[in-house]
């Protein structure tokens, strides 16, 4: 089957990674998963494509550069302004999740360490139509 979609998540954490890519593959054989380890290499990823990706989930705390100070790089590029950026992080700080909101996000997802919720919850984000999606104050946070 072809893979039709193509996610990008960008964690430090490697447990992390394996359960993000088992989950989506239970959710959909139509997803393509490519993950990064670091902030770095998701830039690297997003300015030498192919391939392009379809939405990105971007972990906040990581060493070097975090996932906020990620998100603004993107953000500031032209060629990657738009893409859905999903911060998914263990973090419920408020300080947090609005910097998120101001950098750009669009989605804020907390990490659940319960696989059924953590499913849930990519599942749902998965199912949000991207192209329509606008994020305010009111939706911006996903809850269980």
Same mark, same amino acid.
């Given at each position: 089957?072809?893979?039709?979609?193509?996610?990008?998540?960008?964690?430090? @954490?490697? *447990?992390?990674?394996?359960?993000?890519?088992? /989950?989506?593959?239970? &959710?959909?054989? $139509?997803?393509?998963?490519?993950?990064?380890?670091? %902030?770095?290499?998701? /830039?690297?990823?997003?300015?030498?494509?192919?391939?392009?990706?379809?939405? /990105?989930?971007? @972990?906040? =705390?990581?060493? %070097?550069?975090?996932?906020?100070?990620?998100?603004?790089?993107?953000?500031?590029? #032209?060629? $990657?302004?738009?893409?859905? /950026?999903?911060?998914?992080?263990?973090? #419920? *700080?408020?300080?947090? &999740?609005?910097?998120?909101?101001?950098? %750009?996000?669009?989605?804020?997802?907390?990490?659940? %360490?319960?696989?059924?919720?953590?499913?849930?919850?990519?599942?749902?984000?998965? $199912? &949000? #139509?991207?192209?329509?999606?606008?994020?305010?104050?009111? =939706?911006?946070?996903?809850?269980?």
């Amino acid at each position: 089957m072809k893979k039709d979609l193509t996610i990008f998540y960008t964690d430090d @954490d490697h *447990d992390d990674l394996e359960f993000f890519v088992e /989950i989506v593959n239970e &959710i959909s054989e $139509s997803y393509n998963v490519i993950t990064q380890s670091n %902030g770095n290499e998701l /830039i690297h990823a997003l300015d030498n494509p192919p391939p392009t990706p379809y939405v /990105i989930f971007l @972990d906040i =705390n990581m060493p %070097g550069i975090n996932g906020l100070e990620v998100l603004q790089k993107v953000r500031e590029s #032209n060629s $990657s302004n738009v893409l859905p /950026i999903i911060m998914f992080s263990t973090s #419920n *700080d408020e300080a947090i &999740i609005e910097k998120s909101r101001n950098l %750009g996000a669009s989605y804020y997802m907390p990490k659940s %360490g319960i696989f059924d919720q953590l499913k849930k919850s990519i599942e749902h984000a998965l $199912s &949000i #139509n991207w192209d329509i999606f606008k994020p305010t104050q009111h =939706n911006f946070v996903y809850t269980y």
